[in-house]
């Protein structure tokens, strides 16, 4: 069975554009005021794989939990294909099977097998028939290269095998876009190579929109097709990086000249921005 997760042809996306206009957040625990973000603008179009990178604490989470409806904003507004999912009238986004997060930790239900752990989310939205939810959740596993452990429990598989059907369980629900916060933070570089291919992969049949975060500036110019290094908090965007390395990606490609010549620029602005922020904290401290 061919699963709906497929994008023929590799047709571009016509979905899963975000406008992220003059957004700010403001926390404010016990009258602290904390500014997270300051009159953050991006437009991201559909299909694009955008990684965020900037400097630990400068608000790139915010921005994700404000268009996956966990946090409200406190100014500006969020769009997703052109319709407001968060402004002034309405500061918290709703929830919604379009946006879906991958955590950092994974959230795969051990007592499920990845078969039934995939097909979780359809199942209780009442998507499809049970039997049908399962056929397309085995599918998409195999598509994933999962298929010989679509029968097994989390526990009994490899985390990277894990990690990879967590993206398959979110993709099942035909998402516009994808947001990961580091998912592969605590992982091994070659562990963290196959994870990219393979996420990649996944993305060369989808074509969903996918906002990334991360601090590995290689991760970030491998994936993406832009790159938006983050100023120091209060976020805003400091430098957006094309990254014009053709796809489809492969590990080839982080020996190329034109790669290093990009993590180089990368690497630049984000340090640029480290300092600033350990500046700051130094005075915060004095
Ligand atoms: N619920 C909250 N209440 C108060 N302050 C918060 C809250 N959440 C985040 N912050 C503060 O807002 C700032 C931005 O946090 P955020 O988690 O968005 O940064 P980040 O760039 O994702 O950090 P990291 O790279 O370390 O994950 C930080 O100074 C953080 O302490």
Redesign the pocket.
């Known amino acids: 069975m061919q699963t709906q997760l497929n994008n023929p042809a590799g047709a571009p996306a016509s979905k899963g554009a975000i406008s992220i206009r003059n957004v700010t ?1 403001v ?3 016990d009258g ?1 005021q ?4 300051d009159n953050c603008s991006m437009e991201i179009a559909p299909g694009e794989v955008c990684m ?1 990178v ?12 404000a268009i996956a409806g966990f ?1 409200s904003i406190t100014g500006g507004e969020i769009l997703l294909d052109g319709v407001p999912l968060c402004g002034a009238k309405k500061p918290l986004a709703d929830q919604g099977s379009d946006r879906i997060v991958v955590f950092q930790n994974g959230a795969l239900f051990p007592w499920k097998t990845l078969a039934e752990n995939v097909a979780y989310g359809p199942m209780v939205q009442g998507r499809w028939p049970k039997a049908e939810c399962i056929e397309r959740a085995r599918s998409a596993l195999n598509e994933a290269g999962l298929g010989a452990v679509a029968d097994k429990y989390p526990g009994e598989v490899s985390s990277g095998m894990a990690r990879r059907a967590e993206i398959v369980r979110a993709l099942i629900n035909e998402p516009k876009v994808l947001l990961l ?2 998912p592969y933070r605590a992982m091994d570089a070659l562990t963290k190579q196959i994870m990219h291919e393979a996420l990649l992969e996944m993305y060369d049949r989808t074509k969903v929109t996918i906002y990334f ?1 991360t ?1 590995d500036l290689e991760e970030a110019i491998f994936l993406g097709d832009r790159v938006y290094v ?1 100023t120091t ?3 805003r965007v400091k430098k957006v990086i094309d990254i014009n390395l053709p796809r489809p990606r492969d590990y080839h490609t982080l020996t190329s000249e034109a790669f290093r010549l990009l993590v180089q620029e990368a690497d630049e602005a984000v340090h640029e921005e480290a300092i600033k922020a350990f500046q700051a904290g130094e005075r915060e401290m004095a």
């Open positions: 957040k926390y404010d625990p602290a904390v500014m997270a973000v965020i900037g400097p630990s604490g400068c608000g790139k989470t915010t921005l994700l939990n946090h916060d580091e975060i601090h983050m908090r209060p976020c």
